[in-house]
């Protein structure tokens, strides 16, 4: 069973950049299509970025597809997401997923079978 663990994030001012990665262990990351989410205290998980296990495919949030950008090394067995132009509403527990199926439902949380424990993102004004 995959174990996924998030690593980068922390505090930024508005515009700033932040690169996140996801670090797999237990597992072969290239077994897997891989995705990220975010999610504020008292809100629904929101899904930000999902990527193929060759990482030819890519699909994002409308609303973050312009300054988000999801990556894979699998033979680093990571995942990454380099946030740019990041704004106060970005701030949020952002989590990478993991999942064998790539499919119309991507974008919804119950899709994917693994999670890590989220790295802090926050975005001051």
């Known amino acids: 069973q995959v174990q996924l663990v998030e690593s980068g994030g922390g505090l930024v001012q508005a515009g700033g950049s932040l690169r996140l990665s996801c670090a797999a262990s237990?597992?072969?990351?290239?077994?897997?299509?891989m995705g990220w989410f975010r999610q504020d205290p008292g809100k629904e998980r929101e899904f930000v970025a999902a990527?193929?296990?060759?990482?030819?495919?890519?699909t994002y949030s409308d609303s973050m597809k312009e300054r988000f950008t999801i990556s894979r090394d699998n033979a680093k067995n990571a995942v990454n997401l380099q946030m740019g132009s990041l704004k106060p509403e970005d701030t949020a527990t952002y989590y990478c997923?993991?999942?064998?199926?790539?499919?119309?439902?991507?974008?919804?949380?119950?899709?994917?079978?693994?999670w890590g424990q989220g790295t802090q993102v926050t975005v001051s004004s």
């Open positions: 990527i193929s296990w060759s990482g030819l495919i890519t």
């Open positions: 997923a993991a999942t064998r199926s790539w499919n119309s439902r991507m974008k919804y949380a119950t899709n994917y079978a693994y």
């Open positions: 237990g597992g072969t990351l290239s077994d897997y299509h």
